[in-house]
Every structure is written in C-alpha cells, then in structure tokens.
C-alpha cells in the first residue's frame, strides 16, 4: 500500500513540509488540510491601486522583508525559480543602516524623541542614546559571570539586566522584543528568543560580548539548494519580492498543484486525532477521516492540544502545546502623498520601549504603537506610478506601516477597516496620525490611503523553559506515536519565515521512512 502523510495546517510551515515531503516521497499520497480557503498563514500581500491615481503600492499584513542567511528560503527561491522576482535591500542603503528609537518623553528630556541608533564610533559621540549604551557595553565587557547557579533559562529582560544593566534592558531590549515579537521581554525566554546571545555568554565567561569576540566553533554547514541565489544576495541587508512575500507563499502552492502529488482540502478544519493501530486518525469537522501513516502537525499548538483525544491530553508534556500565550497586532498600512523625506527620515523605520511605568492593564480605547517600519525605504520599488519615480526625495507617495498593539491592550476596531470605503477617518485612524506626527516632529498631510489588518493570536510568545518543554513534548509524541505525529511551526521552532521553512524541511527530512 502507498504511503499517506497529511500535513495539517496551510501556513508557510506546512506548506513548507508539504513541499520537502512530497519530493523526499514522490511516491507518497500527501493531503494538506487548511482551515481557511487561502493557504500561506499571515503572510499577505495586496497590491492596492490608490484612489485617484495611476498608481498602485503593495501592502503587507504580515511579515514584509526576510533575511539573505536563511538558506531554506534561498533554496526555495531557486527550486521554484523565483529569482527574477527578488527585490533586494543593500547594506549601503539607508533602510538598511538608520534605525530608530522613539523614546517617549516619560524618559525624560534628555534622550526622549526619535533618536537613531549609534552605528559607529562616531555616530555614537553625537547621540543621546551612548548614556545609555556606553557604560551598558562597557560594564558588560568587565562584569564577572553572574548567571545564578543551575539557571537553565530566564526571560530576555532579565538577562539584559544581570548583563548590561536596567536602562539599557528597558529601553532597548523592550523595544527590540516589541519588533520582533510584539511581546513583553519581561515575559519572553532568552533561549527560544535569542539562542545565540545565551550561548555566547556561556562561551564568553558569562559575558557574552567576550562570548561573541572569542573564537567559536562554526555550526555544521548543511548542503541546501541555493544555485546561484547565494551570490545574488551578497551585499544584501533584507529582501522581498516585486509583489510582496506572498510571491513565495503563491509559488508553493502553485507548485504543489501543479506537481498533482498534493490534495490539498481548504476550509477543512481537523476536529480530532488518536492514535489506530500504529496509525494516526485524523477526523475533519465535515465527517471526513484519514487514516495516514503519518502527519505533521504545523497547526498552532493549542489547536493540536484540543483535537487530540481525552486520554492523550490527559498525559502531562501534552499541555506544554498550551504554555505560551500569543501577541496580537493590528498592521496599520498608511500611504501618504509626497515623497518619503517630506514626511520622515531616511531609514527603517523605528520602535518604541514600553513605558517606564510599564504596560497599561486596560484599554483606554488609544492604539498604542509598538514600532513603524518605513516601507518606502526599503520596498518602495514595489510600487507603480504614472512617472515611473520612487526613491527617497522623488517617490510620488509615501507608504509607511504602524504597529499596534503585542503587550498593550488593543483598543476597539472601527467599524470601517480601510479608507476605501471613504466615510471619514475614524478616531481610531486619527489617534495614530497624531501620535505619528508627535514621533515625527511633524505635520503630516491627509493620507491618500489607509487600512487596519488585525492580526489575532499571530505571534506565540515563547516563554522562559519552552526548549525544555518542547524536548519532554517530543519524547511523549516519540513514545505514543512513535514518530508518527510531528509537531512543527512558530509555537514549537521560532517565529521568522526563515523558522517555518526551515522546520518545514527538517520535518520532511526526520519523517519516518517506513
Ligand atoms: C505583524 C507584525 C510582526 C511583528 N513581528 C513579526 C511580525 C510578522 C515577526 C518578525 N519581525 C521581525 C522578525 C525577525 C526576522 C528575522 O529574524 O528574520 C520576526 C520573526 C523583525 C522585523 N520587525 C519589523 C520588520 C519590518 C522586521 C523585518 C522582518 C519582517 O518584515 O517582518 C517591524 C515590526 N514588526 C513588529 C513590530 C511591532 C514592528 C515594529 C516596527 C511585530
């Protein structure tokens, strides 16, 4: 009898295992089942032709930009054949090079406002921000090991602490977990966040500037099939496609239909999973049941958590699925009119640390911002115009992206999700052009354009002993399903698209091969 795998989940992660298992078995009948009746998770890109205009500008709701160092998406790219549609950002750009904090003015006087972060020796003698970094990097250097005895994990505010002291924890470590997880780093596990940080530290003596100077060992290289991809991205600081990240999303589903080897069921929601006779069940809320004689599970983990039977979830490392909690983002898209250097300066964009006094525990109907990312900067050339112009001083419009949301309370959604309904601006719309005109040091124009993408539940917060958690889950799936079940995705591995390829591949590689 021929092999049968169901992949459960559509996301990139399991469009990603459905792809690397259906060329490891080509022989092998694979069902992918997607609760929704779009495949690719929360990456969505929109290509919006603005009101009035020739023109069109590509919005994003999810992730927007990915890093050249994930070789998993490079092979992609070259496997689907995907290289035409690169877009790259260089190092030498100013997207790539100034970055920016908003420090609020509860900060006080002397380091609040929109400060650019210290690249080199000089630029750091001019900014406010050196207080701060300065004597962070330089006690880190000469502090002795003060990891506690038998600390096996902590969260990413608590070792910036211990490490380079409680300024430099709150302001930039908050900021960062904010654009990279839209969490608390009070709440967030070093470990799972920032791998590479804790290792460095166990290297360096405790100390992980000495940890990343010293000589390491490399990791062992795998061999991936990048083609000439890798040369392409030489000099390149982050990257997307002409029309967005969904291009890759697009692509492997283009593929998996084409290849005819994948069946993919949408709008199939997996309502239950046990274990038959060294088979796993799988029954779908319309009655449908599978019998494969494997799956792997890229579903969020508390879906899983609640499809297994009773007898299973009653077995303790199975509630590890339900540990961590998750950030919701509302992705605030806005297109201003005129060219990026009449409404901010030249960079990435910035984020903004969570108030001294911290987080407030109700919503006071403010979306509070995390972070803006200046996309025409970076993406700008994915936009059309009649003149053909883009570019920081020349590009016709603006298109730029507000973060709201993560630890904060989210304030009521309007009624109206985007402008091109055109009944007013909501209160909600103006709340954030103030506050962004406050960060900008500026009066900003009308928008041409504007739209919210709440994005609930998009993000797990990975607490402090979740790799601990996730290798006792992996030994109970080991010994109840013996291989038959894998649990992969954003709760399990890490939350970059670089992750969930990644986990897609490895999945498909440890799959069992009986
Ligand atoms: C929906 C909002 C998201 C926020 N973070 C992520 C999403 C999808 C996920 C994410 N963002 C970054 C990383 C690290 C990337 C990597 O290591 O390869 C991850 C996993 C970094 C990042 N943050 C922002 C941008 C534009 C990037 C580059 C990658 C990307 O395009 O997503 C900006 C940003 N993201 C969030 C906030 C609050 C924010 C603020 C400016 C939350």
Excluded at 83 to 94: A, G, M, Y
Excluded at 111 to 132: H, M, N, V
Excluded at 383 to 402: I, N, Q
Excluded at 406 to 415: D, F, Q, R, T
Aim: contains cysteine.
């Amino acid at each position: 009898m021929s092999r049968h795998i169901a992949v459960l989940g559509g996301g990139l992660t399991g469009l990603s295992s459905a792809f690397h298992l259906s060329r490891r078995f080509p022989k092998a009948r694979v069902t992918l089942i997607e609760r929704q009746k779009q495949l690719g998770g929360w990456v969505r890109s929109e290509r919006i032709k603005l009101p009035g205009k020739d023109a069109s500008v590509v919005l994003e709701a999810g992730p927007r930009t990915l890093r050249p160092n994930a070789n998993s998406v490079l092979e992609l790219i070259n496997l689907l054949g995907l290289k035409d549609q690169v877009l790259t950002v260089p190092k030498s750009s100013e997207a790539a090079k100034s970055r920016y904090l908003y420090v609020p003015p509860a900060y006080g006087d002397s380091i609040s406002g929109l400060q650019r972060i210290p690249t080199s020796i000089l630029s750091a003698l001019r900014s406010p921000l050196t207080r701060i970094l300065g004597p962070a990097v330089l006690q880190e250097v000469f502090k002795f090991n003060n990891k506690p005895d038998g600390l096996k994990d902590e969260s990413v505010d608590a070792f910036l602490r211990r490490r380079f002291g409680d300024d430099f924890a709150q302001v930039f470590g908050s900021a960062l977990i904010h654009g990279i997880y839209a969490a608390d780093s009070r709440k967030i596990g070093i470990r799972s966040a920032f791998p590479g940080m804790w290792d460095a530290a166990e290297h360096g003596w405790g100390s992980l500037i000495r940890g990343e100077l010293m000589p390491g060992q490399k990791p062992a290289q795998q061999d991936y099939e990048t083609g000439d991809i890798v040369q392409l991205m030489s000099g390149v600081s982050v990257y997307s496609f002409k029309d967005g990240l969904q291009v890759l999303t697009n692509a492997l589903e283009k593929h998996l239909v084409k290849q005819g080897k994948v069946e993919i069921l949408r709008g199939a929601t997996v309502s239950s999973i046990d274990i038959q006779s060294a088979k796993v069940e799988v029954n779908l809320e319309d009655g449908t049941s599978l019998l494969p004689s494997h799956v792997t599970s890229a579903l969020p983990t508390h879906l899983l958590y609640r499809a297994l039977s009773p007898s299973l979830r009653s077995l303790k490392p199975f509630d590890h699925m339900l540990a961590n909690p998750t950030s919701s983002v509302h992705v605030v898209n806005i297109v201003f009119p005129g060219p990026p250097s009449t409404i901010h300066p030249a960079g990435f964009g910035y984020l903004i640390p969570r108030p001294p006094q911290g987080y407030p525990s109700t919503s006071d109907e403010v979306p509070s911002i995390l972070g803006t990312v200046f996309d025409a900067c970076s993406l700008g050339a994915q936009d059309t115009t009649s003149s053909g112009k883009f570019g920081y001083t020349d590009a016709e419009f603006t298109k730029l992206t507000v973060m709201v949301g993560g630890p904060y309370p989210l304030p009521k959604l309007p009624s109206q999700l985007s402008s091109e309904n055109d009944t007013g601006t909501p209160g909600y719309i103006q709340n954030i052009l103030k506050q962004l005109s406050t960060h900008l040091s500026r009066t900003l124009p009308a928008p041409i354009y504007w739209r919210i993408q709440p994005n609930e539940d998009c993000i797990p917060t990975l607490l402090p002993g979740h790799g601990e958690r996730m290798m006792e889950l992996r030994s109970m799936l080991a010994e109840k399903f013996g291989g038959r079940l894998q649990v992969v995705g954003a709760g399990v591995g890490g939350v970059s698209v670089g992750d969930c390829v990644e986990a897609g591949r490895k999945a498909a590689l440890e799959a069992p091969s009986d």
